[in-house]
């Protein structure tokens, strides 16, 4: 995956009344299937696709107001059963290539989506802090079984600050970073902290954003959201 972040955004400035298109192009090695499944997510509602595949070389092309997510499900020869997930991303108009090694799944690598990039870095990075979350939490457990107060509130207080003074930072940063763009809309949608943020957390998210990305549904949804 290549990007810039501060550049090519401009382009995702359009108007959300007019449907665009998105093309998939794909070259995939090892492929052993000869068709796929484009499955696609939209606001919850889910539509399905099926496409061929020649020689590793498949193409899919779609209208598009929003970004919504694909998975793109590998099928059984002369069979509508999946016989496993090829990839998923985040599709936005224009061109995306996905390029990589059927055998290799780590190979695969999408290209033209600066939308799906930038939400799989910010999930990574949470990841990274969940992973820290989570290995505080065995301690606190630990601590809890043994009726070991004291240690148990001190990691208490590490937990909230791990997810209140950097796990929330963090997603406001690329809300703010993206304020007028549509992933910077989206992210509060997709972001794993649903539990923990307030009313205030996504009213303030939705203040962040520009007027024209509230306007979008991913912005209506954060609005509802805080409200």
């Given at each position: 995956m290549r990007y810039t972040i501060a550049t090519i955004f401009c382009?995702?400035?359009?108007?959300?009344?007019?449907?665009?298109?998105?093309?998939?192009?794909?070259?995939?090695?090892n492929l052993q299937c000869d068709s796929l499944l484009i499955l696609k997510i939209k606001q919850g509602i889910y539509?399905?696709?099926?496409?061929k595949i020649t020689n590793g070389y498949?193409?899919?092309t779609d209208s598009i107001r929003e970004p919504y997510f694909v998975q793109i499900?590998?099928?059984?020869?002369n069979s509508q059963t999946s016989e496993g997930k090829l990839t998923e991303l985040l599709v936005t108009a224009g061109e995306i290539k996905i390029l990589g090694d059927d055998a290799r799944p780590a190979?695969?690598?999408i290209e033209g989506s600066e939308p799906d990039y930038i939400l799989k870095r910010y999930l990574k990075e949470d990841e990274l802090l969940g992973k820290e979350w989570n290995a505080l939490k065995t301690e606190y457990d630990n601590f809890a079984e043994k009726n070991d107060t004291l240690n148990r509130k001190k990691i208490a207080q590490q937990l909230n600050q791990l997810t209140f003074e950097k796990r929330i930072p963090l997603l406001k940063q690329y809300v703010f970073a993206n304020a007028s763009n549509v992933i910077?809309?989206?992210i509060p949608n997709f972001c794993t902290l649903g539990e923990v943020l307030k009313k205030e957390d996504y009213l303030d998210m939705f203040n962040i954003?520009?007027?024209e990305m509230q306007q979008t549904?991913?912005?209506k949804s954060v609005y509802n959201k805080a409200h």
């Open positions: 382009c995702f400035i359009y108007s959300f009344c007019d449907a665009q298109t998105y093309t998939i192009h794909g070259k995939i090695k539509e399905g696709a099926k496409i498949f193409s899919y499900l590998k099928l059984k020869k190979s695969i690598q910077g809309a989206l954003l520009s007027p549904n991913y912005g």
